[in-house]
Every structure is written in C-alpha cells, then in structure tokens.
C-alpha cells in the first residue's frame, strides 16, 4: 500500500491593517489561493503575532494608530532572520514609501489594490526571500558577472571601470537588478521609481532603458542584462547575487 502524499505547504501570512473592510475580505482570497492568514489590525498586534507564530509574508499597511507600519518593519529588521515584509501605502505618500522601502520592505502595493495584484506579488516576495536570508532587495552592493552595483555610494562598475548614469537611470538599474528573471510592465516601473506624481509616460522608462544599454555596452537584440519581454515589459537577465 503507497503512502499517502505529504500534504502541500501552505505559507502562513500575517496580514496587518486596521481597515476592516480589508480584513474581513482579503484572508478568504487569500486562503483560497493556498495560504494561511492571521489578521493584526496595527503594529503592537502584529509584533505579537510574529513572536508567537512565525509568518513567512508580512502584508504591512503603512497608516495605522498605536505603531504604524514604518516603526512595526523597524522592529521587524532588528530581529536576525529576515521577514518578508510587503507594505500597503496610500496613493500619494511617496515619502512614507520610499522611506519605508529603504528601511528593508521587500514591495509594496498602493490602496486601493487588486487583492489578484497582492497575491501576484505575495507569491514573488515568498519565492526570493524563502531562505530567511536578507533579500537582494536590501543588500547595500549587488553584483552580475562584471557588473557591480553600489547602494550607499550610488555608483556602477563594469569590467573595474566606473560607469556613469543619471539617477533615474540607476534607480531603474538598481529595482531590476534587486529583482532578477522578473518581468516588470512599463506601468510597474514608472510607478515604483518614478513615483505616482511624477507627470511623465511609459515612454520615459524606454528612454532610461536605452541610456543603461548605451552606458553598459548591451546589446538590446543579445542581451547580457537587460532584456525586453514582449508584452511584458523589461527583465534583468543575468544571475545577481550580494556585493
């Protein structure tokens, strides 16, 4: 007589947020799409609850009473092992965003949200950070072949050599990189290093794309790092791992 499969894993979700129209809907979609879901309705909970049962994903939201969301992911990174973290922003707080990504939130995803798009990205952010180590998201330099990158010094190297690029352009490097054998939508891009105010089109993510093939000397028909997927947006190609 076989023995019976081992039953499929389910990640544990701890999801955070003091809406309760949120919370009353979002871990049922969550469960039927083959995670387990706890609710904390602010930071204290949630802390608690990270304590207690250990989640594999944090969903975050940003503004919350008691501790919000930007002190509770301070919290969560003093802490050695590393928690995927994703944050629920409102359209508009670009500070709070950029602020908080910095701090070492792995994505994030501005209200109101697609509960398909957060699972879309819940299962990506399960995917890079399933080892429990610190995510090439928040590593200070990352590195491809003879392309180096570096975060804190906001410089690139190629083959030894400095290479210079605008700070849009090296922002975009710097997410697709963090981000690698991941195709983003041009929409996507322009939202994460453009930000939601900024008045500009879709095509100002094809012109930064074509300044860092020019600055690393990649062939857009052969590429080594960037790569376009048709109608999906850009991909970096490339193995990264930390610097």
Same mark, same amino acid.
């Given at each position: 007589?076989?023995?019976?499969?081992?039953?499929?894993?389910?990640?544990?979700?701890?999801?955070?947020?003091?809406?309760?129209?949120?919370?009353?809907?979002?871990?049922?979609?969550?469960?039927?799409?083959?995670?387990?879901?706890?609710?904390?309705?602010?930071?204290?909970?949630?802390?608690?609850?990270?304590?207690?049962?250990?989640?594999?994903?944090?969903?975050? #939201?940003? !503004?919350?009473?008691?501790? +919000?969301?930007? %002190?509770? *992911?301070? &919290?969560? /990174? =003093?802490?050695? $092992?590393?928690?995927?973290?994703?944050?629920?922003?409102?359209?508009?707080?670009?500070?709070?965003?950029?602020?908080?990504?910095?701090?070492?939130?792995? #994505?994030? !995803?501005?209200?109101?949200? +697609?509960?398909? %798009?957060? *699972?879309? &990205?819940? /299962? =990506?952010?399960? $995917?890079?950070?399933?080892?429990?180590?610190?995510?090439?998201?928040?590593?200070?330099?990352?590195?491809?072949?003879?392309?180096?990158?570096?975060?804190?010094?906001?410089?690139?190297?190629?083959?030894?050599?400095?290479?210079? *690029?605008?700070?849009?352009?090296?922002?975009?490097?710097?997410?697709?990189?963090?981000?690698?054998?991941?195709?983003?939508?041009?929409?996507?891009?322009?939202?994460?290093?453009?930000?939601?105010?900024?008045?500009?089109?879709?095509?100002?993510?094809?012109?930064?794309?074509?300044?860092?093939?020019?600055?690393?000397?990649?062939?857009?028909?052969?590429?080594?790092?960037?790569?376009?997927?048709?109608?999906?947006?850009?991909?970096?190609?490339?193995?990264?791992?930390?610097?």
């Amino acid at each position: 007589m076989s023995a019976a499969p081992a039953p499929e894993h389910r990640p544990r979700v701890l999801l955070v947020d003091d809406d309760a129209t949120i919370t009353a809907h979002l871990p049922a979609v969550m469960a039927r799409s083959g995670l387990d879901v706890e609710v904390a309705e602010d930071g204290v909970q949630a802390l608690e609850s990270i304590a207690r049962s250990r989640p594999e994903l944090v969903v975050l #939201d940003v !503004l919350m009473p008691r501790m +919000d969301g930007r %002190e509770a *992911l301070r &919290r969560i /990174r =003093a802490d050695d $092992r590393w928690l995927p973290v994703i944050l629920l922003t409102e359209v508009g707080e670009t500070f709070e965003r950029a602020a908080a990504l910095d701090e070492g939130a792995d #994505d994030y !995803l501005t209200k109101p949200f +697609d509960p398909v %798009e957060l *699972l879309a &990205r819940a /299962r =990506a952010v399960l $995917r890079r950070s399933g080892d429990g180590t610190v995510p090439l998201s928040a590593a200070a330099g990352l590195r491809a072949g003879q392309l180096s990158l570096d975060r804190p010094a906001r410089r690139v190297h190629l083959a030894g050599r400095e290479r210079s *690029l605008t700070p849009r352009a090296f922002a975009l490097l710097e997410f697709l990189m963090s981000h690698p054998q991941e195709a983003f939508p041009r929409e996507r891009l322009l939202q994460t290093v453009w930000g939601f105010e900024a008045v500009v089109t879709t095509r100002a993510v094809d012109h930064r794309v074509a300044e860092i093939r020019r600055v690393l000397e990649d062939d857009a028909a052969d590429p080594r790092y960037l790569e376009t997927v048709p109608g999906a947006g850009y991909r970096f190609r490339a193995p990264v791992v930390r610097a």
